[in-house]
């Protein structure tokens, strides 16, 4: 087992993108990945600003 790499783990981060009329949130964490998909764009913004905070991020990136 002296050949293992370990899962390189990401650095937290969240996107917010508009596709179709449909907005989606992805929140990047050290080891998941989570994408949530809203009709309406404040609620996108509000589960991706309370994901920044929960994370402790400055910013989220719109896309």
């Known amino acids: 087992m ?4 370990p ?3 990401a650095l937290p981060c969240i996107e917010v993108v ?4 449909e ?3 992805r929140v990047a964490e050290e080891d998941q990945e989570i994408t ?3 009709v309406l764009e404040s609620f996108a913004l509000s589960f ?3 994901q920044r905070i ?4 400055d910013k989220f990136v719109r896309l």
């Open 36 to 38: 949530r998909s809203f």
């Open 2 to 5: 002296d050949n293992v790499v």
């Open 48 to 50: 991706a600003e309370g």
């Open 23 to 25: 907005w989606s949130v």
């Open 54 to 57: 929960r994370l402790h991020l």
């Open 18 to 21: 508009e596709a179709c009329g």
């Open 7 to 9: 899962i390189r783990k």
